[in-house]
């Protein structure tokens, strides 16, 4: 049993991404019991709706699983820009008779910005708690390490490897520029290096002294087998669990997956505020105008994919997905996760 | 031995890559006398300078080594575009007390312009030609095929590589976004899917019946056992060779591969006209003005280092290097390649 399996209390090094908007506790639950890390994304969650996650989990598996938390820096409102932004969307709402909202809402609370979070998890106590976007305070690392959580922090670069080894988390998740959803970069607006996972990990393990588990582009066991011949503790996979029936990904959603447009993910900020890697549609690309801040200008596109969703047009959903999409396969979680094992095992 | 041993008549499925401006004779030699196949760039060479460099590199192995050819679309000149990005650059030749050149020129032939590369090649026979950037037409790859001669060629998606497959090419080199140097991309201006080695190779693996190269990032033997592990049949590495002493690479440039800015690669259309990655300088970002075509740009930016080095600034320098740079070693080749053999066993 590998060092990372004892540190979770985990079976198999292979940990399901958060993916907010597509974990459910049934998702979390079933690769939990079926020996890896199950997780919930609860970056968009209110206090109250995570205790209600939690508590499903809890009644759908007794063995460890992972809250993810975004430590985004919280969002400066700035009705000008917020304006002007939804005036540039106007057309696209007006293809489908509808005018976009009066204004937009900071759609959910940073991490940084909800010690009401901190308390729940401080109370709830689930095993393994991981940052995307950044990183919370000492105080509330060191709140969560003393009531036995297990930390993981994600990064995309050395410099912020080495501030998470600073701050003390127990094992950093690596996520190589193959990664759906949305990159960890802790500040965007500085630039990003757009590591690949091959390079990134195999620098990371040579330079911290912190497990590292990959992420981005692993679709199977020969995908896990080789980030763990980079020296890689274990993995963690997203795309690959997208199909499960288990997740909350819709009929377009998964259809679109599974065709030739798995092959065209890019990354745009458009459709939240911050970068993200999905499959390619109408919001990519310069639409030439400033952002709202993350996740503000998430609730222009989720208001556009509203209006046109209802009229069956997906031109506009938050459809995420990695670089390894093509590979994607429909199974249940637990099945799944069975077969990783077993290509592992035998690659 | 593996397959594409055997195809390439190697020992160890380990290429050294092209890297014009950095392969030479000796360093090419070296690989080759040492079990992987060495590799000479001659894509801006004369066919009388690629002659010479062949039959140098035969003066010094009697071994199989490749052939790199560019197959861009060739240059198509534009006085006016080309005038205006040499204004554009007037300010910074004028840090030196330089004017700009007065014309661009194309500095060298794309290999689909050169039949004579083309005679060249069927005379001389090298063991391995390798192309980038494209592919020749069916009559000239035929030719090669006719001569006995193995044919690689660069791809960064599926699309291309069934375009490659298509022409009857022996293997795929796989270039990740990881990459040092000329994105292989064959159509830069139709967009750039920029997929990380460990996703592209996986997903050439399962969709293609060539063996595949895994290039991008790979710098030790960890890196190479990876690569296989995806099911890659080998593996090309470039920036590992870059400190190499047999390498041209001049004293700044091995200082700058050597120094933090290693860790600060970026991938700029600037220099040459088109896509690649190197070590970043002043003339990466978006300099806000149209470029000349690929290798017409790259006439203006040779220039401008030549006024900059001549001065000791070495701030507008090709230093082409992969994202992993931080991990290159500075050893004679055959050692490096020796130490790789060595960590591909023990890993």
């Keep these: ?23 459910t506790p049934q998702l979390a639950a079933a690769v939990s019991n079926a020996g890896g890390l199950g997780s919930l994304g609860v970056g ?6 995570a205790r209600e996650l939690i508590e499903q989990t809890r009644a759908l598996s007794d ?7 975004f430590c985004h820096r919280p969002a400066h409102a700035d009705a000008t820009r917020e304006s002007a932004w939804l005036e540039h969307l106007r057309p696209l709402f007006a293809e489908f008779g509808a005018e976009p909202p009066q204004q937009l809402r900071e759609i959910y609370l940073s991490f940084l910005a909800d010690p009401a979070m901190l308390e729940l998890l401080l109370e709830q106590r689930p095993a393994v708690v991981s940052f995307h976007f950044g990183l919370p305070p000492q105080d509330w690392v060191d709140a969560l390490k003393a009531a036995g959580i297990r930390l993981l922090a994600c990064v995309t670069s050395s410099a912020e490897a080495r501030l998470a080894e600073a701050v003390g988390v127990d094992a950093l998740v690596a996520q190589g ?16 290096a757009a590591i690949g996972t091959l390079a990134l990990v195999r620098v990371l393990v040579r330079q911290c002294r912190l497990p590292v588990i990959a992420a981005g582009g692993i679709m199977d066991g020969a995908g896990i087998k080789a980030a763990l011949a ?3 503790a274990g993995v963690q996979l997203g795309t690959a669990f997208v199909l499960c029936p ?7 959603y998964r259809e679109a997956l599974k065709s030739e447009r798995a092959h065209a993910t890019a990354i745009t900020s458009n459709i939240s505020g911050r970068p993200a890697r999905g499959l390619s549609n109408r919001l990519y690309g310069d639409l030439g105008a400033a952002l709202p801040d993350y996740p503000i200008a998430y609730d222009a596109a989720k ?6 969703s209802a009229q069956g047009c997906h031109d506009f959903a938050a459809q995420w997905a990695g670089q390894g999409a093509p590979l ?3 199974l249940p979680a637990a099945e799944l996760l069975a077969a990783l094992v077993a290509e592992l095992e035998q690659a």
């Design 44 to 49: 968009a969650s209110t206090p109250a709706q």
């Design 328 to 330: 994607a396969r429909e």
């Design 230 to 232: 980079l020296g890689a």
């Design 246 to 252: 288990e997740s909350a990904a819709n009929a377009a």
């Design 1 to 23: 049993m590998s060092s990372l399996c004892v540190l979770l209390g985990i079976r198999h090094p292979i940990i399901q991404a958060p993916m907010v908007g597509v974990s």
């Design 63 to 69: 063995k460890p699983f992972n809250i993810n938390l």
């Design 303 to 308: 208001a556009l994919h509203a209006v046109a």
């Design 177 to 192: 520029i193959e990664a759906g959803g949305h990159r960890g970069v802790f500040e965007p607006e500085r630039g990003d």
